[in-house]
């Protein structure tokens, strides 16, 4: 079994950043990838990033190219989302996923349905 506990949210001004944080524990072996999706209210959670567990390789959606930073340190076994920059429409509940197949349904891991855990997630609050 694996456990997600995602921290470091909370409230912060437009223009602002926060680092989230999301530590794995349990089953250490055989990640794929990791990721984060948000949900604000009234709305579907939608794909925020997306790390390789080995490799480099990071996916981004386009709301966030560029502001968000996608991290993770593999003897912590903890993924990190960086987000600067931040707008009032980033307010939302954030979650990490975690992958342990050896495959996503694209490159992009952009699927809820790619991820076989979940955090319980996290609140993010941007003020205007």
């Known amino acids: 079994q694996v456990q997600l506990v995602e921290s470091g949210g909370g409230l912060v001004q437009a223009g602002g950043s926060l680092r989230l944080s999301c530590a794995a524990s349990?089953?250490?072996?055989?990640?794929?990838?990791m990721g984060w999706f948000r949900q604000a209210p009234g709305k579907e959670r939608e794909f925020v990033a997306s790390i390789r567990w080995s490799g480099s390789s990071t996916y981004y959606a386009d709301s966030v190219k560029g502001r968000f930073t996608i991290a993770r340190d593999n003897a912590k076994n903890t993924v990190y989302l960086q987000m600067n920059s931040l707008k009032p429409e980033d307010t939302a509940v954030y979650y990490c996923?975690?992958?342990?197949?050896?495959?996503?349904?694209?490159?992009?891991?952009?699927?809820?349905?790619?991820?076989?855990?979940w955090g319980q997630g996290t609140q993010v609050t941007v003020s205007s």
């Open positions: 349990g089953r250490t072996f055989g990640k794929f990838a």
């Open positions: 996923a975690a992958n342990y197949r050896t495959y996503c349904s694209t490159i992009y891991c952009n699927s809820p349905n790619d991820y076989d855990y």
